[in-house]
């Protein structure tokens, strides 16, 4: 509707007609005897004067079809008043002044001929609102801040088109270019109009090829490689994001390419064009470099001229670690000044003067280098500014920075002093230290800008985990508790297995010292489960109560020490009315736990005992942050349980992990940790190890298996009525844990984007190795029948025996069988009690999600053993990682 109407163009050509003045009178024809007084010259040169315009005296104006502007508005505009005198080009230059307001659809202007002017106008509508239809990527949020049309504004023409354009060019550039946007107006009463945006967004203009001319010395489809656009198409083309065409990421690919090239010793590369060109439907683009590789060239002589004293040209040399006669590297040199300027700040040269100097020799190819170090006075730290923390004291960050002011510059402290406030884990991930000059050339100001993030937590999380079945946890957590830098946590857990609650504080900076000191009670209550089959069947209960004391402080800048104790009950307890049995059917039930139906080895863990425990820890730890990228930790703990009680036993672990990162965002990682037991108490008894079941070690993090999926375990097996083992049914089996354990880990953390980076994915490949042992070997039954008693009145009682009838009891005794109901048994067999690995392999992501911690997991197992439980998939959410 927008292309219908008055044509803004052509509107001159009538309004020129209606002002322009009306032919003078015709002069009453001359005599004919004065024709021949004209001469020949005088009628040539006639034509070239015109005649002059004719002027007129505005008489009265009035105005005609205005519905909102006040008719002396529109005189004003019109610069035209009562009693002015006028011309033809007076009257246009009013008509352009009126248009010029864009308050007019289409102007007239008549009664030129009499100066009583009428001025007829049809003003443009007001716009009661703007509407966008059709746009599903773009949404009104992006769009409508590009608009300039708004609500009770005039409408123009001119307006739409230029909002039009800012529409198209918003798809463009989201890579659209097929996009089409079509205005139209709705009419409505009181010259009032809706504009409506009509978007067809178009599919993504897609790179169909990228073509490289020039190149002699690589191939495109390796020269591709470097670039950040991929071409299109492709078995797995729907999963890429980078095969659109983007203006920017083709100058970015301009400089990938000669960064690759100056790699390659191509010191004189250049690109001669980039041509991006779009398909004739729209849809698709074809990029073309043309490029000039020019010669490749070697290093030749690498040499030194430095003026600090203490940074000889000797130890510069070595540390450039440049070989003449290699191809020439632009990166290669790019690093070493940056490693040249790490020394010389380790050496107090906070504003090294390093540059790289090159001496082309074009004949013989090869590039000369010389590392100039320019003279530079040794820097002091003059203050530490922060900025940026508006919760967090500045006590809690400047305590992390290993240099004070009035010390030596040292870019290995500063470093330092970053990777620690980085661990803090209250600020953003890419924190930096930033040097400037100050008040005198050998000072400088360190300056760190801070970008706090949230560090209290108040959630109600539900989630539905692997493990655990259904979780829900309420958690109360401050990280930075009245930015002091104080943890203070509180928390209920609560899922199918397990239950519970706790509270924690811990102070970092005791009384203001490199001191740690914290405490927590807990109450827990842990169900152990046993499988039938693939089914779990709850087995024992164990009831935990107590609290814990812990203090550490710093040893070295990377080594820590740190001692804990902790007092705890623990009572075990099984269902009565599942494992306990009436012996003489006498009832009520007394306390009698039925090893026919729990186990030897669970009832005789059964009982209440109070664990007195005492330990420290030592830790190493040079990583660089939260999320460790490089660097070590290394951690050996010992725990002696027997300062009181009646618990005994030394408990010894150790822990370490490399973290290494070998570029392009890929991390890699190497991970061991190991555990024993040591009883310092004899064994209860014939078949029971010294160390308590639930002081066991039992789950050693090896993905590929299930919770409690390895180790020694007791498996029972069904006897039919023949007497052979049934392996058909489903057998009944209970980890009891063991004494000694050890895991490796190998894994490899993908690069992502920034903005998948953002959302807090973390994704990698991992090795997992391992095994859990050592453990007294059980007293096992083997029950071939159960016998019970047929009548309700006779005094005999139930027995097992092993033989195939009721005839004898397992004490030798002897029995009438058809007095009793043989019951098929069962056979226990002892499994797992083996150091030998078992391996897994797979893949994983961690993912911060709205709703809580994920982690899930993909894993094989490779290498078991008979009676270990696989699992390939699981998955954690709402609980901690």
């Known amino acids: 509707m927008l292309m219908v109407g008055t044509v803004l163009g052509g509107t001159s050509t009538p309004l020129l007609a209606q002002v322009a003045p009306a032919p003078p009178p015709q002069r009453p024809a001359a005599p004919a005897t004065a024709q021949p007084t004209v001469q020949t010259p005088a009628a040539t040169i006639a034509p070239a004067v015109a005649p002059a315009p004719a002027v007129r005296t505005i008489r009265s104006i009035g105005v005609h079809g205005n519905q909102r502007l006040e008719p002396e508005t529109i005189r004003a505009y019109a610069n035209l008043a009562p009693g002015q005198t006028y011309t033809a080009a007076t009257l246009d230059q009013a008509l352009k002044d009126l248009y010029a307001t864009q308050l007019f659809?289409?102007?007239?202007?008549?009664?030129?001929?009499?100066?009583?002017?009428?001025?007829?106008?049809?003003?443009?509508?007001?716009?009661?609102?703007?509407?966008?239809?059709?746009?599903?990527?773009?949404?009104?949020?992006k769009i409508t801040p590009e608009i300039k049309l708004a609500p009770r504004q005039i409408f123009t023409r001119s307006a739409v088109r230029a909002d039009v354009d800012r529409i198209l060019?918003?798809?463009?550039?989201?890579?659209?270019?097929?996009?089409?946007?079509?205005?139209?107006?709705?009419?409505?009463?009181?010259?009032?109009?809706?504009?409506?945006?009509?978007?067809?967004?178009?599919?993504?203009?897609?790179?169909?090829a990228i073509n490289i001319l020039g190149n002699t010395h690589f191939s495109d489809e390796r020269l591709r490689k470097e670039m950040y656009t991929r071409q299109s198409g492709g078995v797995l083309g729907f999963l890429k994001?980078?095969?659109?065409?983007?203006?920017?990421?083709?100058?970015?690919?301009?400089?990938?390419?000669?960064?690759?090239?100056?790699?390659?010793?191509?010191?004189?590369?250049?690109?001669?064009?980039?041509?991006?060109?779009?398909?004739?439907?729209?849809?698709?683009?074809?990029?073309?470099?043309?490029?000039?590789e020019g010669p490749r060239y070697r290093f030749g002589t690498v040499e030194a001229d430095s003026a600090l004293r203490d940074f000889p040209n000797a130890q510069i040399v070595k540390l450039a670690n440049i070989t003449p006669g290699a191809w020439f590297n632009a990166k290669l040199v790019?690093?070493?000044?940056?490693?040249?300027?790490?020394?010389?700040?380790?050496?107090?040269?906070?504003?090294?003067?390093?540059?790289?100097?090159?001496?082309?020799?074009?004949?013989?190819?090869?590039?000369?280098?010389?590392?100039?170090?320019?003279?530079?006075?040794?820097?002091?730290?003059?203050?530490?500014?922060?900025?940026?923390?508006?919760?967090?004291?500045?006590?809690?960050?400047?305590?992390?920075?290993r240099?004070?002011?009035?010390?030596?510059?040292?870019?290995?402290?500063?470093?330092?002093?970053?990777?620690?406030?980085?661990?803090?884990?209250?600020?953003?991930e890419k924190l930096e230290i930033k040097q400037t000059e100050g008040s005198a050339p050998d000072r400088v100001v360190l300056g760190v800008n801070v970008e706090e993030k949230p560090t209290g937590q108040l959630s109600l999380s539900g989630g539905y985990s692997s493990l655990e079945r259904f979780v829900i946890q309420l958690a109360v957590s401050q990280n930075n508790f009245m930015g002091k830098g104080q943890t203070l946590d509180a928390s209920v857990n609560w899922s199918v297995y397990s239950k519970s609650i706790e509270a924690g504080f811990t102070d970092p900076y005791f009384l203001d010292k490199p001191i740690l000191f914290g405490g927590n009670l807990f109450r827990r209550d842990y169900r152990n489960f046993n499988f039938i089959g693939n089914s779990r069947n709850t087995t024992y209960s164990q009831v935990t109560t107590g609290g814990a004391l812990r203090m550490g402080f710093p040893i070295t800048e990377y080594w820590s020490f740190g001692g804990r104790y902790t007092l705890q009950t623990d009572r075990i307890s099984l269902d009565p009315a599942t494992f306990y049995t009436d012996p003489d059917g006498a009832g009520p039930l007394p306390a009698v736990c039925d090893p026919l139906k729990a186990g030897r080895y669970l009832c005789d863990e059964i009982g209440k005992r109070l664990t007195s425990l005492i330990g420290f820890s030592t830790v190493y730890d040079d990583t660089d942050g939260i999320r460790p990228t490089r660097g070590q930790r290394l951690t050996w703990s010992e725990d002696f349980a027997g300062l009181g009680g009646n618990v005994r036993y030394i408990r010894s672990r150790i822990?370490?992990?490399?973290?290494?990162?070998?570029g392009g965002g890929w991390v890699f990682s190497a991970h061991g940790e190991g555990g024993y037991i040591a009883p310092l108490q004899k064994s209860p008894g014939p078949g029971r190890d010294a160390v308590r079941l639930t002081d066991r070690f039992f789950d050693i993090g090896l993905r590929g298996f299930d919770i409690r999926g390895l180790g020694p375990r007791i498996q029972r097996v069904p006897y039919n009525a023949d007497g052979t083992l049934d392996l058909t049914k489903a057998v009944i089996t209970d980890a009891i844990g063991a004494r000694a354990y050890y895991m490796g880990r190998l894994e490899l953390q993908f690069p992502l984007s920034s903005g998948l980076k953002s959302l807090g994915l973390r994704p990698s490949a991992f090795l997992d190795a391992g095994s859990l042992w050592s453990i007294t070997s059980p007293l096992l039954q083997d029950v071939r029948n159960i016998c019970t008693p047929i009548a309700t009145t006779t005094t005999d009682v139930p027995f097992t025996t092993s033989a195939a009838n009721c005839s004898v009891d397992s004490n030798g005794v002897a029995h009438d069988p058809a007095l009793f109901l043989a019951t098929p048994g069962f056979q226990e067999r002892f499994l797992g009690n083996s150091p030998r690995p078992r391996l897994s392999i797979g893949i994983g992501v961690n993912w911060v999600s709205p709703f809580g911690p994920l982690r899930i997991d993909l894993a094989k197992a490779l290498m078991k053993q008979k009676g270990d439980d696989t699992k390939l998939f699981s998955f954690n959410v709402g609980t901690q990682f």
Do not use: C, H, W
């Open 105 to 141: 659809a289409d102007v007239t202007i008549g009664g030129a001929e009499t100066g009583d002017l009428v001025i007829n106008v049809r003003e443009n509508p007001v716009i009661n609102r703007i509407i966008l239809e059709g746009n599903k990527r773009l949404k009104d949020d």
């Open 169 to 208: 060019e918003l798809y463009r550039r989201q890579g659209r270019f097929a996009a089409r946007v079509d205005p139209k107006i709705v009419q409505l009463d009181q010259n009032r109009v809706d504009v409506v945006f009509e978007i067809y967004e178009g599919d993504l203009a897609k790179v169909r």
């Open 241 to 292: 994001s980078n095969d659109t065409y983007d203006p920017d990421r083709l100058a970015a690919d301009q400089q990938k390419l000669r960064a690759y090239y100056l790699t390659q010793g191509y010191a004189d590369f250049r690109v001669v064009s980039a041509l991006a060109e779009l398909t004739p439907d729209r849809r698709d683009f074809v990029i073309t470099y043309v490029v000039d």
């Open 334 to 401: 790019e690093d070493t000044v940056t490693n040249l300027n790490e020394a010389a700040g380790n050496l107090g040269y906070a504003f090294a003067d390093i540059n790289p100097a090159y001496n082309r020799d074009a004949e013989k190819k090869v590039m000369n280098l010389t590392i100039k170090v320019g003279p530079t006075p040794r820097v002091y730290v003059e203050r530490i500014d922060i900025t940026g923390n508006t919760s967090t004291r500045d006590k809690v960050i400047r305590r992390e920075f």
């Open 403 to 428: 240099l004070n002011e009035g010390d030596a510059f040292n870019a290995l402290r500063v470093k330092r002093s970053q990777d620690r406030i980085q661990s803090l884990g209250f600020f953003q």
């Open 655 to 662: 822990d370490a992990t490399k973290f290494k990162s070998i």
